[in-house]
């Protein structure tokens, strides 16, 4: 048998996916719900690429969407780093949307489109693998977590503690990881 190659569609997802074969039980109005979901994730993908090219330019945007406009103006005004890979190991790593460390002041800052209010968790583990990564005690430095999202800025001032508490389960958790990668 000769099959086809159907290089077109090489490393894509189909929204009708055999590995995500849950549509087989949707109604019509779940398969338009998943489907608008869907189409909201990929805006916002497309939104997020558009304020990092934007913030690095220094372009600032309109207000026509307001929180993503707030957003772009803020990383131009910190100079902030977009797109940046924080990295503990290859068992805890991610990118921070936007970034910056200047006069012992963190930043951070995330921007969402959803409308489920965000939670500042994520934040406080890029906090937390930046303290790690960089040899720095979250108690020396003064750190700003900032969610944008629904034309509003949410600022999180987080305690010390709880970085540090963080840092130290993520020691513990790749510490257990790699003992049973060990085991395997």
């Given amino acids: 048998m000769n ?7 090489a490393g894509r997802h189909a929204f009708l996916s055999p590995s995500n074969y849950h549509w087989i039980n949707y109604t019509d109005q779940k398969l338009e719900a998943a489907w608008i979901l869907r189409r909201a994730a990929a805006r916002g993908t497309d939104l997020h ?11 600032k945007l309109s207000t026509a969407n307001k929180t993503l406009s707030m957003y772009v103006a803020d ?9 940046q890979p924080l990295y503990y190991s ?8 936007t970034i910056s460390f200047r006069r012992r002041l963190l930043r951070i800052h ?12 994520q934040l406080e583990v890029y906090a937390a693998l930046f303290c790690l990564e960089y040899e ?3 108690f020396e430095i003064d750190i700003e977590l900032r969610i944008y999202q629904n034309d509003e800025v949410r600022v999180f001032d987080p305690d010390p503690d709880h970085i540090s508490r963080i ?13 049973m990668k060990e085991s395997d």
């Fill in 3 to 9: 099959f086809n190659s159907h290089s077109a569609i």
């Fill in 90 to 97: 290859d068992n805890c790593f991610g990118t921070a949307d």
């Fill in 110 to 121: 995330d921007l969402k489109n959803g409308r489920t209010k965000a939670s500042e968790h």
């Fill in 49 to 59: 690429e558009l304020a990092h090219k934007a913030i690095r330019l220094g372009v």
């Fill in 75 to 83: 990383g131009i005004g910190y100079k902030m780093n977009v797109e």
């Fill in 167 to 179: 840092m130290g389960k993520i020691i513990e958790f790749d510490r257990q990881i790699e003992f």
């Fill in 136 to 138: 720095i005690s979250p």
